[in-house]
């Protein structure tokens, strides 16, 4: 007969197992025109690539992600391209095998 200890070890350990700790992916190509452009991440403003780059995102739930990036290249007006990202991949492998397309165009400073 199993003591009461290990009736609630068991029980937490299904608990913890069927509480939502799984995680999600989604990845997208970033494209611009003309490619070379600075790709910033404007959640925290860290440089995530040049274009053309291919990115993920992890998160706790498969609910799509808002992201909003900032494409720079000299010459050019600095363009935001946000986005909903599809988080429905199950792993990170998954997600940039088959990245979402973002295509921006970039505008040409007359100087």
Known sequence: MKTIHQQCALVALILLTLSGCASYYGSAKILSEPSGAEVINLKDGSVIGVTPTTVWWKANSAERQYISLRLKRDGYYDK??????SMRHKSQQDAMAAPQVVETTLQRRDN
């Open 80 to 85: 935001v391209a946000p986005f909903w990202l």
